[in-house]
């Protein structure tokens, strides 16, 4: 039987969690400074929007998003995913009502994919968020395939289907036939820096000279600045929106 819990009424899982639902990430995306700002308080006032995913007592997929209130406009939208943790957080502080569950994440164990388990657990916990008062359900969603076409724009990328017409991307896929719709680039999503050394260290690759370089993993390129010990990756995302 499958269930969706709150991550805080399961903390037998959290051991199993930390290791697994990092496994498939590039460490790359763990070093975004401006998430920092803000994760300790989201944890502290979004406790009940993480989630496990479990079958038969064993961990198969976790999930976390954020409220935030939305007017359903391109416009509205936040810049991508540190900018809607920021927003929902200072939403917060301020008591604005939120209206919008954005999806921030979610992962399945790597020896639990393929089968079917992502799009449950993206159906059971927007089915949660509507049921509990937040009746829009978005995303900015890291479409798996980009990191093949690194030198291509968002823009481009999420035009891109195959001949059923469904979305070439396969995360992009696995949301379309839940019922989602393709809202607008997210260019910026997130901004990751780093020194040289830091950037080797991520990447396991070596910068000999400042220069732009695409890198395992990477949606678009990185750019290293030798003189400056800086390496800046900016990482797009595309919105969906959740019937």
Same mark, same amino acid.
């Given at each position: 039987?499958?269930?969706?819990?709150?991550?805080?009424?399961?903390?037998?899982?959290?051991?199993?969690?930390?290791?697994?639902?990092?496994?498939?990430?590039?460490?790359?995306?763990?070093?975004?400074?401006?998430?920092?700002?803000?994760?300790?308080?989201?944890?502290?006032?979004?406790?009940?929007?993480?989630?496990?995913?479990?079958?038969?007592? %064993?961990?198969?997929?976790?999930?976390?998003?954020?409220?935030?209130?939305?007017?359903?406009? *391109?416009?509205?939208?936040?810049?991508?995913?540190?900018?809607?943790?920021?927003?929902?957080?200072?939403?917060?502080?301020?008591?604005?009502?939120?209206?919008?569950? *954005?999806?921030?994440?979610?992962?399945?164990?790597?020896?639990?994919?393929?089968?079917?388990?992502?799009? %449950?657990?993206?159906?059971?916990?927007?089915?949660?968020?509507?049921?509990?008062?937040?009746?829009?359900?978005?995303?900015?969603? %890291?479409?798996?395939?980009?990191?093949?076409?690194?030198?291509?724009?968002?823009?481009?990328?999420?035009?891109?289907?195959?001949?059923?017409?469904?979305?070439?991307?396969?995360?992009? %896929?696995?949301?379309?036939?839940?019922?989602?719709?393709?809202?607008?680039?997210?260019?910026?999503?997130?901004?990751?820096?780093?020194?040289?050394?830091?950037?080797?260290?991520?990447?396991?690759?070596?910068?000999?000279?400042?220069?732009?370089?695409?890198?395992?993993?990477?949606?678009?390129?990185?750019?290293?600045?030798?003189?400056?010990?800086?390496?800046?990756?900016?990482?797009?995302?595309?919105?969906?929106?959740?019937?």
């Amino acid at each position: 039987m499958y269930q969706l819990t709150p991550a805080g009424d399961a903390p037998q899982y959290d051991a199993d969690a930390e290791v697994r639902f990092a496994e498939d990430w590039p460490e790359f995306i763990f070093h975004d400074a401006e998430v920092a700002k803000y994760r300790e308080r989201r944890v502290s006032y979004f406790p009940e929007w993480e989630f496990y995913y479990t079958a038969d007592e %064993r961990l198969i997929a976790g999930c976390w998003g954020v409220p935030i209130a939305w007017d359903a406009t *391109v416009p509205d939208l936040p810049g991508g995913f540190t900018d809607t943790l920021a927003r929902s957080v200072t939403e917060h502080e301020k008591k604005v009502v939120p209206n919008t569950f *954005v999806l921030m994440a979610a992962a399945v164990r790597s020896d639990e994919q393929g089968q079917g388990h992502a799009g %449950r657990v993206i159906t059971a916990v927007r089915d949660h968020a509507t049921a509990n008062g937040l009746p829009q359900v978005i995303a900015p969603v %890291r479409p798996t395939l980009k990191s093949s076409y690194p030198l291509t724009p968002i823009e481009t990328f999420m035009t891109w289907t195959r001949d059923d017409g469904l979305p070439l991307d396969p995360w992009l %896929r696995t949301h379309v036939r839940l019922g989602a719709t393709l809202l607008a680039p997210a260019p910026a999503s997130q901004t990751m820096t780093g020194s040289v050394a830091d950037w080797e260290k991520w990447t396991n690759m070596q910068f000999p000279s400042t220069g732009t370089y695409t890198i395992p993993a990477g949606l678009t390129t990185l750019a290293i600045d030798r003189e400056a010990d800086t390496g800046l990756y900016i990482e797009p995302n595309i919105w969906l929106r959740h019937a």
